[in-house]
């Protein structure tokens, strides 16, 4: 799977996709377009766990007062098929190899393999 799982109204993810030849990729967005629960389980075998896919920076993860709450993997996924916005994003799927988030380590990964 050659993927890039991204949210039309995030600049984060317009600028990163700028940058990058996304050309072999299949782009989602993850807003129109809502994770299936075997995306998100192929992900999460990529990833390692759900909770590494999971953004703490979304406004309904303060606003459902998750962050006072301890959280089980089967929460994290939960949360992730319910709303879009805790998908730590972007993610892209290159076969084995999973990038998740905006991070600048993430960031120069990214470029140092798919760069334009």
């Given at each position: 799977?050659?993927?890039f799982?991204y949210l ?10 700028k ?5 072999d990729?299949?782009l989602q967005?993850?807003k ?37 709450q ?17 998908l730590?994003?972007?993610v892209?799927?290159?076969?084995t ?17 798919f760069g334009?």
């Open positions: 799977m050659k993927k799982f039309s109204t995030c600049t984060t993810c317009k600028n990163i996709m940058e990058l030849d996304l050309s990729f299949e967005d993850i129109s377009n809502p994770l299936t629960a075997e995306q998100l389980e192929y992900l999460k075998n990529l990833a390692g766990s759900y909770e590494s896919l999971f953004s703490r920076r979304a406004q309904l993860y303060k606003k459902l007062g998750l962050k006072d301890a959280l089980t993997e089967d929460d994290y996924k939960k949360y992730l098929l319910e709303h879009y916005t805790f730590k994003r972007p892209l799927v290159n076969n190899e999973i990038f998740i988030g905006s991070s600048s380590k993430t960031k120069e990964s990214l470029k140092e393999h334009k």
